[in-house]
């Protein structure tokens, strides 16, 4: 069975630090991909970063990256600078292409709380 | 519009009484999947659709919920004889298609359901 693990319910970091939130994952698919989406207080979820299974490189989307570690099953989220506008609730969640159609397994979530 | 739209945003009901939720998808979207969040928790997949048809359906809680799919658009999700558990942030998304790989999903604000 497909498993996220996000094992930090709260984190916070000081205004324009760096701040990494941590995702480890369990599938026996060979072919998968890791999402992280932002929460925002207002309810809806923004699409931040992906990282395909097969990717060598990892992902970048701006102040946002993603240390792909695919020994481990880890996929943690980095966000460099962090700004005040980032505090919100982050979700880990994967996707798995092998049952021939996409469906996202989440984590629990981590609530990020940027400090001034 | 040009996102997912979902209504009513909030709902109101009695413990027994059925309700129908709604979800309009982006345009040209083949594939839609619905969600639940409850309080503080991650999101719990429902049921996902390609086309009109829902491959799979193992998500759903129990057989008070259905949910259908008409035009290969509008979708709705229906429970019957609501119970207080099903207080939830129920969310709609929508991708271009539903299989292969990489395949973000685009997510409505939700529908905010309190069962009294």
């Known amino acids: 069975a497909q498993k996220i693990t996000q094992t930090q319910p709260g984190m916070f970091v000081q205004e324009k630090e760096a701040v990494t939130l941590d995702c480890t994952y369990d599938?026996?698919?060979?072919?998968?991909?890791l999402f992280w989406y932002k929460q925002p207080s207002s309810g809806e979820m923004i699409f931040l970063i992906y990282?395909?299974?097969?990717?060598?490189q990892n992902a970048t989307e701006g102040r946002y990256s993603l240390n792909f570690q695919k020994a481990r099953k880890s996929a943690n989220l980095v966000i460099s600078a962090s700004q005040l506008g980032d505090s919100a609730m982050y979700f880990c969640a994967m996707s798995s292409f092998s049952g021939g159609y996409n469906k996202l397994i989440f984590g629990a979530g981590t609530r990020l709380a940027v400090h001034p | 519009g040009a996102g997912v739209s979902q209504s009513p945003s909030n709902k109101v009901t009695e413990k027994g009484k059925d309700v129908e939720l709604r979800c309009d998808p982006i345009s040209g979207h083949t594939a839609l999947y619905w969600y639940r969040q409850s309080l503080g928790q991650g999101l719990e997949f429902l049921i996902y659709?390609?086309?009109?048809?829902?491959?799979?359906k193992s998500g759903l809680p129990s057989d008070r919920f259905s949910a259908e799919r008409t035009g290969g658009s509008v979708s709705t999700l229906t429970i019957q004889r609501t119970q207080q558990e099903d207080s939830a942030v129920y969310l709609c998304?929508?991708?271009?298609?539903?299989?292969?790989?990489?395949?973000?999903?685009?997510f409505g604000p939700g529908t905010r359901l309190t069962v009294l």
């Open positions: 659709f390609q086309g009109n048809s829902a491959p799979d």
């Open positions: 599938t026996s698919d060979p072919s998968y991909g």
């Open positions: 990282q395909g299974s097969y990717d060598q």
């Open positions: 998304a929508s991708s271009p298609h539903g299989q292969g790989s990489y395949n973000e999903q685009f």
